[in-house]
């Protein structure tokens, strides 16, 4: 078992709430309530600026020219087409570009930002892997996609080949850097790891009032 394996598999009960949680059922089937969509896309639109500063951070801290160009390619795609998601949802849903972000987001940012601020490669890329494979693996059903593009092309954006090849990316990296870091960096990359999963799971949450 690879290093990101063994910290999915130590999250597992936590990681597999959030995946299969009532949101991302509700999504699939088409049948989520406009205003729980609102408020969720609400929040999640919060984590652009800081998701984008914290894949800036890893074209900076990486070490190889291969995932640097990895890297700096899927920060286009955030900066690009997920902002113009979000753009088109918010308007449909007649939800303000910005709200005050409830505790979990809060707490999203506030690891983003630790992640960024430390300069540490190891640290950036374990955040960035529970972001992105927690969702690749809800946005992964085997069932036919919801027909209205607001549902469907959140999916889309969390899905497909390139989307996978990225966290597979993600993961490689984590299991790379991890095999030759000492015993407290395998540590903290453990704690963030958890952390990250625990937010995931309580964003969810924070959908419902």
Same mark, same amino acid.
């Given at each position: 078992?690879?290093?990101?394996?063994?910290?999915?598999?130590?999250?597992?009960?936590?990681?597999?709430?959030?995946?299969?949680?009532?949101?991302?059922?509700?999504?699939?089937?088409?049948?989520?309530?406009?205003?729980?969509?609102?408020?969720?896309?609400?929040?999640?639109?919060?984590?652009?600026?800081?998701?984008?500063?914290? +894949?800036?951070?890893?074209?900076?801290?990486?070490?190889?020219?291969?995932?640097?160009?990895?890297?700096?390619?899927?920060?286009?795609?955030?900066?690009?087409?997920?902002?113009?998601?979000?753009?088109?949802?918010?308007?449909?849903?007649?939800?303000?570009?910005?709200?005050?972000?409830?505790?979990?987001?809060?707490?999203?940012?506030?690891?983003?930002?630790?992640?960024?601020?430390?300069?540490?490669?190891?640290?950036?890329?374990?955040?960035?892997?529970?972001?992105?494979?927690?969702?690749?693996?809800?946005?992964?059903?085997?069932?036919?996609?919801?027909?209205?593009?607001?549902?469907?092309?959140?999916?889309?954006?969390?899905?497909?080949?390139?989307?996978?090849?990225?966290?597979?990316?993600?993961?490689?990296?984590?299991?790379?850097?991890?095999?030759?870091?000492?015993?407290?960096?395998?540590?903290?990359?453990?704690?963030?790891?958890?952390?990250?999963?625990?937010?995931? +799971?309580?964003?969810?949450?924070?959908?419902?009032?």
């Amino acid at each position: 078992m690879s290093f990101a394996e063994h910290l999915r598999a130590a999250t597992a009960s936590t990681w597999d709430a959030a995946v299969g949680h009532r949101f991302v059922a509700e999504l699939w089937a088409g049948t989520v309530d406009d205003a729980v969509l609102a408020r969720y896309l609400a929040q999640d639109a919060l984590f652009l600026d800081r998701f984008v500063a914290l +894949l800036g951070q890893a074209v900076a801290s990486a070490d190889r020219t291969g995932p640097r160009l990895a890297i700096a390619r899927q920060l286009g795609t955030v900066a690009g087409e997920e902002d113009d998601y979000f753009g088109r949802a918010l308007a449909r849903l007649g939800t303000p570009p910005t709200v005050e972000p409830l505790a979990p987001t809060q707490g999203f940012l506030d690891l983003m930002d630790e992640a960024r601020r430390s300069g540490a490669y190891a640290d950036v890329l374990t955040v960035l892997l529970v972001a992105e494979w927690l969702y690749l693996d809800w946005a992964s059903r085997p069932q036919p996609s919801p027909r209205d593009w607001l549902h469907r092309e959140w999916i889309d954006l969390h899905r497909g080949s390139a989307f996978a090849a990225w966290v597979e990316l993600l993961r490689t990296e984590t299991d790379r850097v991890a095999a030759h870091a000492d015993a407290a960096t395998r540590d903290r990359m453990a704690e963030l790891f958890t952390r990250a999963v625990d937010l995931e +799971l309580a964003f969810f949450d924070a959908a419902y009032p």
